[in-house]
């Protein structure tokens, strides 16, 4: 099956039932998608699908076919961090980081359909776990990240 992922083609030879989260990470070496929960709960295996944040640990790879699939090392700007991952940075909102990538996924999902989210919208469309508990610093970081797009910026100073 042909899967395009990051703006590239990859053809991958696998069951049409293969969880997408394995396809990247033992297929393609794609491990920025991390593994959780195994049951499309926790977001640590975030990706956009067609610009719709999924989770992957459950969903068939041959769903994916024709579509879109953008995982945490395809965002970026102009071969840079985005908004987002710099006011990640900027807010120090990963401490163990393990469900980062799922979240800045989710995060660039939310900002390209909402580009100024109130905290009500943040906290309906952002229902992945961080166990660390950094949900202020994640919010203020896409605050941020909306106010730094919204001004075309990139990085700040």
Same mark, same amino acid.
Request: charged residues 20%.
């Given at each position: @099956?042909?899967? #395009?992922?990051?703006? $590239?083609?990859?053809?991958?030879?696998?069951?049409?039932? @293969?969880?997408?989260?394995?396809?990247?990470?033992?297929?393609? &070496?794609?491990?920025?998608? #991390?593994?959780?929960?195994?049951?499309? /709960?926790?977001? *640590?295996?975030?990706? @956009?699908?067609?610009?719709?944040?999924?989770?992957?640990?459950?969903?068939?790879?041959?769903?994916?076919? =024709?579509?879109?699939? &953008?995982?945490?090392?395809?965002?970026?700007?102009? =071969?840079?961090? /985005?908004?987002?991952? #710099?006011?990640?940075?900027?807010?120090?909102?990963?401490?163990?980081?393990?469900?980062?990538?799922? @979240?800045?996924?989710?995060?660039?999902?939310?900002?390209?359909? &909402?580009?100024?989210?109130?905290?009500?919208?943040?906290?309906?469309?952002?229902? &992945?776990?961080?166990?660390? =508990?950094?949900?202020?610093?994640?919010?203020?970081?896409?605050?941020? *990240?909306?106010?730094?797009? *919204?001004?075309? $910026?990139?990085?700040?100073?």
């Amino acid at each position: @099956m042909e899967l #395009k992922i990051n703006g $590239k083609t990859h053809s991958v030879d696998v069951e049409e039932s @293969m969880p997408l989260l394995w396809v990247l990470r033992d297929e393609l &070496n794609l491990t920025g998608t #991390k593994y959780g929960c195994g049951v499309s /709960s926790c977001g *640590a295996c975030t990706v @956009m699908l067609d610009g719709l944040a999924v989770r992957t640990c459950t969903l068939p790879a041959s769903s994916a076919i =024709g579509k879109e699939i &953008n995982t945490i090392e395809g965002i970026e700007v102009e =071969g840079g961090l /985005s908004a987002v991952q #710099k006011a990640w940075i900027e807010h120090q909102v990963p401490q163990c980081g393990y469900c980062q990538s799922g @979240m800045i996924v989710a995060t660039e999902a939310l900002l390209n359909e &909402n580009p100024n989210p109130t905290d009500e919208d943040i906290d309906q469309a952002i229902n &992945n776990i961080c166990r660390c =508990g950094t949900y202020p610093r994640i919010r203020a970081a896409i605050h941020t *990240a909306a106010e730094w797009r *919204a001004a075309n $910026k990139n990085l700040p100073g």
